[in-house]
């Protein structure tokens, strides 16, 4: 690990198989692209990885579509947050994903969750986000990266999976780990997030 780099904690997820034809990362559906995000993370630039198992969650909101498969990726990376975002985004990009709906269905999501202790854009900006009010969640989003995510507390399908490979990260504004959030949501959210099972795949 250079002296430069931090560790970031990356979320996945897809519900999508990849298009026919596309140039993306996986034609076998949601399962195996999760589980090939390591290989295009490593091209990107992102070293010392650690990855979750896949774990299967229901859409969000209910209904929405097919169920996810869920990941979580410990990273370092040298660069600056945006310019983590802009590699995440083009993995996005090789996987046909399309921005057409918020929380809608997608071939990948690759959400940059955190970057050690950094606060993004400021402490005041973070705090609007996470005290959003929840009607406004879904329909407001912004324009620039928010880190630590505003949502993170609240996402079982987040937690869980980074559970896995960062459970000592603190939250630089919560001030609690990510083990001690996840143990902090309702058991009944818990138990949604559930390993893969490669019979269903």
């Given at each position: 690990?250079?002296?430069s780099?931090?560790?970031?904690?990356?979320a996945?997820?897809?519900?999508?198989?990849?298009?026919?034809?596309?140039?993306?990362?996986?034609s076998?559906?949601p399962?195996?692209?999760i589980?090939r995000?390591?290989?295009?993370?490593?091209?990107?630039?992102?070293?010392g990885?650690?990855?979750?198992?896949?774990y299967?969650?229901?859409a969000?909101?209910?209904g929405?579509?097919?169920?996810?498969a869920n990941?979580a990726?410990?990273?370092c990376?040298?660069?600056?947050?945006?310019?983590?975002?802009?590699?995440?985004?083009?993995?996005?990009?090789?996987?046909?994903?399309?921005?057409l709906?918020?929380w809608g269905a997608?071939?990948?999501?690759l959400?940059?969750?955190?970057?050690?202790d950094?606060?993004?854009?400021d402490?005041?900006?973070?705090?609007?986000?996470?005290h959003?009010a929840?009607?406004?969640?879904?329909?407001?989003s912004?324009d620039?990266l928010?880190?630590?995510?505003?949502?993170l507390?609240?996402?079982?399908f987040?937690l869980?999976?980074?559970?896995?490979?960062?459970?000592?990260?603190?939250?630089?504004?919560?001030?609690?780990?990510?083990?001690?959030?996840?143990?902090a949501?309702?058991?009944?959210?818990?138990?949604?997030?559930?390993?893969?099972?490669?019979s269903?795949?």
């Amino acid at each position: 690990m250079s002296p430069s780099a931090k560790r970031v904690i990356i979320a996945a997820g897809a519900n999508l198989p990849v298009k026919p034809g596309e140039t993306g990362l996986c034609s076998t559906g949601p399962y195996g692209t999760i589980s090939r995000v390591i290989e295009q993370l490593q091209s990107a630039g992102f070293s010392g990885l650690r990855a979750s198992p896949v774990y299967r969650t229901q859409a969000f909101p209910a209904g929405s579509g097919p169920d996810y498969a869920n990941a979580a990726f410990s990273a370092c990376w040298s660069g600056t947050a945006a310019e983590a975002l802009a590699a995440l985004h083009a993995i996005e990009a090789e996987a046909g994903r399309e921005r057409l709906t918020r929380w809608g269905a997608r071939t990948l999501d690759l959400d940059l969750i955190a970057m050690e202790d950094t606060v993004l854009p400021d402490r005041a900006g973070f705090a609007h986000w996470l005290h959003l009010a929840p009607e406004d969640q879904s329909r407001l989003s912004p324009d620039q990266l928010i880190l630590p995510h505003p949502r993170l507390q609240d996402r079982a399908f987040v937690l869980v999976p980074a559970a896995d490979v960062a459970p000592d990260w603190r939250h630089p504004v919560l001030g609690r780990t990510i083990r001690e959030l996840c143990d902090a949501l309702p058991p009944k959210d818990r138990a949604e997030v559930r390993l893969w099972d490669h019979s269903e795949t």
